[in-house]
Structures are given as structure tokens and as C-alpha cells.
């Protein structure tokens, strides 16, 4: 079956960095588009970062030169590089896998059961 299991979530003070993976298996995962959503506490899920099977990629505005994603199609694993993390940057991290890249979290068809970031200021 499919499973994608994020991993690299933590406590960071502001303004430090965090590198999430998220490791794919049971899905030809070189065609497939993997996006990143977060949902902090009382809030909806939202779109983060996603990149597509050639390596395109899209960011939410509010980490735009902060976030960077990345991927090893070798490895299956989709990285998420955060910098200059902020508090506002606390949620749990889910990432997802779809047939194209797209900033809807409707659009994704398998999910992750998400990791823990926390900042504090």
C-alpha cells in the first residue's frame, strides 16, 4: 500500500532551521507531484510548498525565501528545507502526493500523518 511518513519535526527557537523529509513508498513516486500543508492549532489546513515530478515547485507567499523544497527520486523522499522559522511557522506539517502540482489539498491523493513543528519566539 502507499504510505508517506514525514520525519525531521522538532522545537527550534526563532529564527533557526528545520529540515523535513518526507519518504514515499508503494507509488511510482518520480511521477507523481508532492505538496506540503500545515495546520496549526484551531486553524485550516493551508497550502505550504509542492514540488512537481520535474522539479518545478510553488510556495505560499509567507515563506517564500525561507522554505525550499527539494527531491531525490532515487531516494523516494521529498525534502523541506526552513529557515529563518518564525513562531506563525508552528503547525503540524503534512506532506501528500498527487498526480500534479496544484495548491489544493483536495488535489492530493495520499497523505502523511504529519510531524510536529514547533518555534519559539
Known amino acids: 500500500q502507499v504510505q508517506l511518513v514525514e520525519s525531521g519535526g522538532g522545537l527550534v527557537q526563532a529564527g533557526g532551521s528545520l529540515r523535513l523529509s518526507c519518504a514515499a513508498s508503494?507509488?511510482?513516486?518520480?511521477?507523481?507531484?508532492v505538496g506540503w500543508f500545515r495546520q496549526a492549532p484551531g486553524k485550516e489546513r493551508e497550502f505550504v510548498s509542492a514540488i512537481g515530478w520535474s522539479g518545478g515547485s510553488r510556495y505560499e507567499d509567507s515563506v517564500k525565501g525561507r522554505f525550499a523544497v527539494s527531491r531525490d527520486n532515487a531516494k523516494k523522499t521529498v525534502y523541506l528545507q526552513m529557515n529563518s522559522l518564525k513562531p506563525e511557522d508552528t503547525a503540524v506539517y503534512y506532506c501528500?502526493?498527487?498526480?500534479?502540482?496544484?495548491?489544493?489539498?483536495?488535489?492530493?491523493?495520499?497523505w502523511g500523518q504529519g510531524t510536529q513543528v514547533t518555534v519559539s519566539s
Open positions: 501528500a502526493a498527487g498526480q500534479r502540482l496544484t495548491l489544493r489539498a483536495l488535489d492530493y491523493t495520499y
Open positions: 508503494g507509488l511510482p513516486f518520480s511521477i507523481y507531484a
